[in-house]
């Protein structure tokens, strides 16, 4: 998240241009919900987790050494491309992980905590990297703790044979699992995530923008900014202790309505402690829909069809990200860059993933 999120600053360090910039950063993202799917799908059919995540690492380490020496922007993005494509095999790290603290709630809302508090160190301490050197070494900072990182994969522990509760490979009790779980999990979430974040996930893109507008402190842009993951590290604790199969639904809903909110919140906002408000609603809502869709599909999948099902919800998000990004541009090329009227346009979305779990969404009967 620290590279991520001066990856802009860091292409226009460069002399990139503008509309490069955003072609760039869409061919990065775009690896993020093309890959995740086969990626969990191969490693449900190896029966192995940890290979993906000695190679996801390997290859985020090496791709970023070589960002280090990048010259030409062509050679940039195919090497950002490439990052991107071993990025996305942290999906499997949440699919081991849920598979060995055998779907609790609670320790799946420690994983998804510490992502958040991580989130916000490296944002917070990418900026004051960059301040006390500059923009091009972020990139080699970023290999440094990458590869700190890799020293604790090591120590991960995989027993197949504990998650199975069978002997590694056994035909019968594959085929039996499988057909137990195939219809328990309902596709309309899937579908839910990919509208909420085409609505808003563009909108909080730019919201620095926004921000600008009414303020002009960047100081207190820089605290609105990282307050979101701040407060999604305390959120995702909390909700691990009140979430449950009998109201995953009901929190579903209600983190896509406190979508809507933020989006229209954005809109009347005009000082700090308004935007402070919808960043705090933004952190919850996200706490909400996220840690039940999750939760939803560890206790209603098996180690058979885990994967590729953790791969289904990072698809579905990104596809959002990227497609309403360039929906969101559109719309400001159509309203001359009035990005009041487009954020209206784009709370039509979130609409649509409340209508999509009213509708479609049920939980198995058993």
Same mark, same amino acid.
């Given at each position: 998240?620290?590279?991520?999120?001066?990856?802009?600053?860091?292409?226009?360090?460069?002399? /990139?241009?503008?509309?490069?910039?955003?072609l760039t950063i869409t061919i990065f993202m775009s690896a993020f919900f093309i890959?995740?799917?086969?990626?969990?799908?191969?490693?449900?059919? !190896?029966?192995?987790?940890?290979?993906?995540?000695?190679?996801?690492?390997?290859?985020?380490?090496?791709? !970023?050494?070589? +960002?280090?020496?990048?010259?030409?922007?062509?050679?940039?993005?195919?090497?950002?491309?490439?990052?991107?494509?071993?990025?996305?095999?942290?999906?499997?790290?949440?699919?081991?992980? %849920?598979?060995?603290?055998?779907?609790?709630? &609670?320790? =799946?809302?420690?994983?998804?905590?510490?992502?958040?508090?991580?989130?916000?160190?490296?944002?917070?301490?990418?900026?004051?990297?960059?301040?006390?050197?500059?923009?091009? %070494?972020?990139?080699?900072?970023?290999?440094?703790?990458? !590869?700190?990182?890799?020293?604790?994969?090591?120590?991960?522990?995989?027993?197949?044979?504990?998650?199975?509760?069978? &002997?590694?490979?056994?035909?019968?009790?594959?085929?039996?699992?499988?057909?137990?779980?195939?219809?328990?999990?309902?596709?309309?979430?899937?579908?839910?995530?990919?509208?909420?974040?085409?609505?808003?996930?563009?909108?909080?893109?730019?919201? @620095?923008?926004?921000?600008?507008?009414?303020?002009?402190?960047?100081?207190?842009?820089?605290?609105?900014?990282?307050?979101?993951?701040? *407060?999604?590290?305390?959120?995702?604790?909390?909700?691990?202790?009140?979430?449950?199969?009998?109201? =995953?639904k009901i929190f579903l809903i209600a983190g896509y309505v406190l979508t809507v909110f933020v989006?229209?919140?954005? @809109?009347?906002?005009?000082?700090?402690?308004?935007?402070?408000?919808?960043?705090?609603?933004?952190?919850?809502?996200?706490?909400?829909?996220?840690?039940? /869709?999750?939760?939803?599909?560890?206790?209603?999948?098996?180690? @058979?069809? &885990?994967?590729?099902?953790?791969?289904?919800?990072?698809?579905?998000?990104?596809?959002?990200?990227?497609?309403?990004?360039?929906?969101? %541009?559109? !719309?400001?090329?159509?309203?001359?860059?009035?990005?009041?009227?487009?954020?209206?346009? *784009?709370?039509?979305?979130? +609409?649509?993933?409340?209508?999509?779990?009213?509708?479609?969404?049920?939980?198995? &009967?058993?």
């Open positions: 998240m620290m590279f991520l999120s001066y990856l802009p600053q860091f292409l226009e360090n460069m002399g /990139t241009e503008p509309p490069i910039i955003t890959f995740p799917p086969f990626i969990g799908k191969y490693s449900d059919i !190896l029966q192995n987790r940890i290979y993906f995540i000695f190679l996801s690492i390997v290859g985020m380490a090496f791709m !970023l050494f070589l +960002l280090i020496y990048a010259n030409h922007i062509i050679i940039l993005i195919i090497e950002l491309f490439l990052l991107g494509f071993f990025t996305s095999f942290v999906t499997i790290y949440l699919t081991l992980y %849920s598979e060995l603290v055998q779907n609790d709630t &609670k320790w =799946i809302s420690y994983y998804n905590a510490v992502c958040a508090i991580g989130w916000f160190l490296g944002v917070v301490t990418g900026g004051i990297w960059i301040d006390l050197f500059n923009i091009e %070494s972020l990139v080699i900072f970023s290999f440094l703790i990458l !590869l700190i990182s890799g020293i604790f994969v090591i120590f991960i522990r995989e027993n197949r044979q504990a998650i199975l509760n069978a &002997k590694h490979g056994n035909p019968e009790l594959i085929e039996r699992v499988e057909t137990i779980s195939k219809d328990r999990i309902s596709y309309s979430i899937f579908y839910s995530l990919f509208f909420r974040n085409f609505g808003v996930i563009p909108i909080l893109n730019v919201i @620095i923008i926004i921000m600008s507008f009414h303020i002009s402190s960047t100081s207190e842009i820089g605290i609105l900014v990282g307050i979101n993951p701040l *407060m999604q590290f305390f959120l995702m604790l909390l909700m691990g202790n009140i979430l449950s199969k009998k109201n =995953i989006i229209f919140g954005y @809109i009347i906002s005009n000082n700090f402690w308004s935007f402070f408000i919808f960043q705090v609603m933004v952190s919850l809502s996200y706490s909400m829909f996220w840690m039940a /869709t999750i939760v939803y599909i560890a206790q209603n999948s098996t180690p @058979i069809n &885990k994967g590729q099902f953790m791969g289904y919800a990072n698809t579905s998000i990104f596809a959002g990200t990227t497609i309403g990004g360039i929906f969101f %541009s559109l !719309l400001l090329v159509i309203f001359n860059s009035n990005y009041y009227l487009s954020m209206l346009f *784009m709370a039509i979305f979130p +609409l649509i993933s409340i209508l999509v779990i009213l509708w479609l969404f049920e939980l198995p &009967k058993n």
